[in-house]
Structure formats: C-alpha cells, structure tokens
C-alpha cells in the first residue's frame, strides 16, 4: 500500500519541475507583498486596517478571474496533452475576451458599492474615528488600484496558458522582475525616499499598479517574439487576428469550465465573509487577521505550487488518454503534497512567535496575529489534502463536484458557522477562529471517497 504513495525519481523531478516555478513566483510575489504590508503597518494601524480591508475585496476578483481561467484551463491542459495547438489558442482567445469583460465589470461593481462594502468591515468594537480613517484609506487605495486590475487579468491569462504549455520559467521570471520593482517603488514612494513626496498608502497602491504592468509587458513581449522559436508557443499566432472561439468550444468552457469560475468567485466570497464575521469582534481582529493572512501566504505557497502541478500533470495525462497513468499518479502526487505541509506547518508555528513584531502596531495586535497563525498553522495538513484532492476532481472536468466541495462546502458549514457564533453567542475570537479553521477536516473526509473511486478519470476534449 505504501508503496503506491512513493513516486520514482523521474515522477518527482517532473513534479518539481512544475512545482518550483511556481513556487519561487508565487512566494516571491506574496514575499513582497509581505514587505509591503508590513510598510503600509508601519504607517500606522488605520492605514494598514484600510489597505487590508480593499485588499479582502479584491481578493474576491483575483480568485474570480482565477477561476475563470482555471475553468478554461481544464481544456487549455489537455489540449496540449493532444498537441493541438489550435485548440490551445481558442482558450487562449477565451481567456482574453471573457476576463477582460470580467475585469471592466467588476470594476463598476467596486465604484458602486465600494463604500458598502468596506464599511461592512469597519463595525466591530473600536475607536469610530479609526473607523472613519480607514474607510478613506481604504478608498484611496481602491481607487488607484483600478488602474492596475485589467494588466494583472492579463497576466493570468498569459500565465495560466504558457503553465499549461509546460512553460513555468518566464512567468517567474516575470513575477520576480515585477516583485522586484514593487518593492523598490514602496520604499520611495510609501516613505519619501530620493526626493520623491511621502505618499504613504497612496504610494502603496501606485507601486503595485506600475509592477503590473511591467509583469504584463514581460511575458506579452516573450511570447511574442519566440512564437517561432518554440513549438509550445504556436498558440500565440494569430490568437488576436479574431475574437473567433467555436461554439461548441464555448458551450463544453460553459458547462465544464464556468462551474470552476462560480466556484472561485463564491469562495472567495465566503471567505471575505467569514473574515466579515470575525471584525464584529473589533478593528484588533482586522488588523490581526491581516497579519496572519499575509504571512500565510508566503509560506503556503509551497503546498499550492504542488497543487497546480496536480491539475497540469494529471491534466495532461487525461488529454493524452493516459486514464491509468493518471489513476496510479493521483495518490502519489496527495500524498507528497501532505508530506509538504507538515514541512510548512512547523515551519509557520515557529514563525508565527516572531512575525509580528515587524509591525507597529499594539502588542495586543501581535499576540492575537500570533494566536492566529499558530491555529492556521496546526490545520494546514488538512488544507493541504484538501487542496490537493480539489486540483485532483478538477483535472478531470468534475467542476460540479468541486463547488459542493469547495465553494459549497465553505457557505454551508463555515460561513454558516462563522455567522451564528459571530451573531448569536459571545464566544471570543481565538476559539471562534479554530472551530472555522477545524472544518477543514470535514472537506477532506467528503472528498476523500470522490477521489479514490476514480470518477475524474476523464477525457474532456474527445
């Protein structure tokens, strides 16, 4: 039995192959994005309360437009695995078209019910005057924002189809080149540094928005100009010489793919929920729940890079019609995304004592970011399995399975959870948190059957 868990050198080599890249993207991305929220925080804790609370709503859109492009990259996978190139470029196309209308959407939802939405937030116990200073923070950091919504969508796009190709190097090349200029730009413009004006949360955002679109110019320019050079980039010819996608393409992205874009999107959303639920028990909770979720983050990128190589490799081996090959490397490739966790998870709990005090705020804060972590940290196994067995159903097109087991999961028993004690009893925080993050557990027993009867073992594209 154990046996079958444990891959041979080749296995893990292409494992990693896949793994690494985005790996060193993601975290080098969240990295940043760490640094940059331990400036803001050093701001002050209104500032860093603000740019938090805008940065809960658009974590909603960037797991939206992922799920849109996850949705169409089911297809995307295996049509490489087929070696269609033709097939590759209308995802492509389809990626393009519908995020970009996804992106100017959701932008006017943000203008409309902007002030709504951030206030939900800023209602728990507290200092009103720090409530009313972090709307407007977190209004001015929105607001610059937007200008960098549409390069970051199109980095998804360009991202997701060139992993698909098996091309995991340039975007990381792009990410860090992007990471690298954001961080540079946070620290002159955040503090005032080399003559330029101290613009603080302003500064943030306007750091971030230029880095997107240099990480947007990187891997547009690259594609462009090796799509002769290298067979996996045949997709790129002629993708913006129409806006021609196959109806019955549409139709099979609409019925497989599109579940995957609710499923991210009412994730999200749930989770910003839940986190909604957590501020009734004071801004503090805000404030530390960011904390925690930043450093997260960083250190859990190594359990959702293994993640995404699941959904490549075993998508590719479905395209290619390889259903026993995928049936015997399912297991192998779970089973070494919980042995990471167990890794990450030591490693967060240890961080978890320190992490905190990089930031100026209260030691109240600290000790509650510190709590937090620590929980997160104790059920990041179950995360990991659980993440792990989602990329698994979805490389098969079972996207409605993997709503009951993710969006559906979260809305009928976390954020159901998360309102009735946030609402109706006066439990603290901390054990409110870790009955939340407990439920993971639940997910894992319920999919665990799905997965080991084989019923993703499907071919999508014939």
């Known amino acids: 039995m154990f046996k079958k868990l444990i891959g041979t050198k080749d296995f893990y080599r292409h494992l990693l192959t896949l793994a690494i890249p985005i790996m060193i993207q993601n975290g080098v991305t969240n990295f940043v994005n760490m640094l940059d929220n331990i400036m803001v925080g050093s701001v002050g804790t209104v500032e860093m309360t603000g740019v938090a609370v805008t940065n809960q709503l658009f974590f909603v859109f960037s797991l939206c437009i992922f799920g849109a492009v996850s949705g169409v990259g089911i297809f995307g996978a295996q049509y490489v695995g087929a070696k269609d190139h033709e097939g590759l470029r209308y995802t492509f196309r389809f990626k393009i078209i519908f995020c970009t209308a996804l992106t100017l959407f959701s932008i006017g939802i943000f203008v409309i019910l902007g002030d709504f939405l951030i206030g939900l937030y800023l209602k728990g116990e507290g200092d009103p005057s720090d409530a009313i200073a972090s709307l407007g923070f977190a209004k001015q950091y929105m607001y610059i924002m937007f200008a960098g919504l549409l390069p970051a969508t199109l980095v998804q796009c360009y991202s997701s189809t060139l992993r698909e190709t098996g091309q995991t190097f340039i ?33 943030a955002a306007i750091a971030t928005v230029i880095a997107r679109f240099i990480e947007f110019g990187i891997l ?39 579940p995957l874009l609710f499923n991210e999107t009412f994730w999200a959303a749930g989770l910003a929920t839940i986190s909604q639920c957590y501020s009734t028990r004071g801004l503090d909770v805000v404030a530390a729940n960011n904390i925690a979720n930043t450093f997260f983050h960083v250190v859990a990128v190594a359990c959702f890079a293994v993640g995404g190589a699941i959904g490549i490799i075993l998508g590719q081996q479905l395209g290619a019609g390889d259903i026993e090959l995928a049936r015997e490397t399912a297991p192998k490739l779970i089973f070494f995304s919980f042995l990471v966790s167990v890794v990450v998870c030591a490693i967060f709990c240890v961080i ?56 559906g999961f979260v809305w009928l028993f ?33 999919s665990f059957p799905f997965v080991k009867k084989g019923i993703w073992l499907k071919n999508i594209i014939n």
């Not at 090349?173 to 990471?179: F, G, K, T, Y």
């Not at 709590?371 to 997160?376: L, P, S, V």
């Not at 309102?419 to 557990?441: G, V």
Request: hydrophobic share 50%; aromatic share 16%.
């Open 171 to 203: 975007p990381m090349v792009a990410s860090l080149v992007a990471v690298a200029t954001n961080l540079i730009l946070d620290y002159i413009l955040i503090f005032g540094k080399f003559g330029f004006p101290k613009l603080g949360v302003a500064g």
């Open 220 to 258: 547009f320019f690259w594609t462009f100009n090796n799509r002769h050079k290298k067979e996996s980039l045949k997709f790129i010819c002629g993708a913006y010489k129409s806006l021609y996608v196959p109806r019955q393409l549409i139709g099979r992205i609409v019925v497989k793919g599109f």
């Open 414 to 446: 976390c954020v159901t959870t998360a309102y009735f004690l946030s609402r109706f009893t006066t439990i603290e925080i901390l054990p409110m948190f870790f009955i939340i993050q407990a439920l993971t557990w639940l997910k894992v027993i319920f």
């Open 352 to 407: 978890a004592i320190y992490a905190p005090a990089l930031y100026n705020t209260t030691p109240e804060i600290r000790l509650l970011a510190t709590r937090f972590m620590q929980i997160i940290g104790l059920i990041m196994p179950a995360g990991a399995l659980a993440n792990s067995m989602y990329f698994t159903l979805r490389s098969g097109g079972r996207t409605y399975l993997t709503i009951l087991f993710d969006s």
